[in-house]
Nanobody, 118 residues
Framework: QVQLVDSGGGSVQPGGSLRLSCAAS????????MDWYRQAPGQQRELVAT???????NYADSVKGRFTISRDNAKNTVYLQMNSLKPEDTAVYYC????????????WGQGTQVTVSS
């Protein structure tokens, strides 16, 4: 079945780093933009970062300069390198691809928990 599997979350102290990975089930996703979202307790899900099929990136202001999204199309995988983590980065992080703009269903990873605390 078509699916996204995200991983790499964990618990770190403020200032620490984590790298999240999202593996797609097929090469079809290589031609579409892919995204990372996050949802903190009691808050709406927000878009964190986007990367196009050719590597153009965009970031939420809250993470710009600290997070880097990248992709390896040969491995059908997208990454989110998170540096200088802050407690407010604590959330469940989800990878995402698709939507009506792309004539594609929306696909979501199962979510991976990131906790930043001292």
């Amino acid at each position: 079945q078509v699916q996204l599997v995200d991983s790499g979350g964990g618990s770190v102290q403020p200032g620490g780093s984590l790298r999240l990975s999202c593996a797609a089930s097929g090469s079809i996703f290589s031609i579409y933009p892919m995204d990372w979202y996050r949802q903190a307790p009691g808050q709406q899900r927000e878009l964190v970062a986007t990367i196009t099929s050719t590597g153009h990136t965009n970031y939420a202001d809250s993470v710009k300069g600290r997070f880097t999204i990248s992709r390896d199309n040969a491995k059908n995988t997208v990454y989110l390198q998170m540096n200088s983590l802050k407690p407010e980065d604590t959330a469940v992080y989800y990878c995402h691809v698709g939507g009506s703009r792309w004539a594609l269903p929306e696909y979501w990873g199962q979510g991976t928990q990131v906790t930043v605390s001292s």
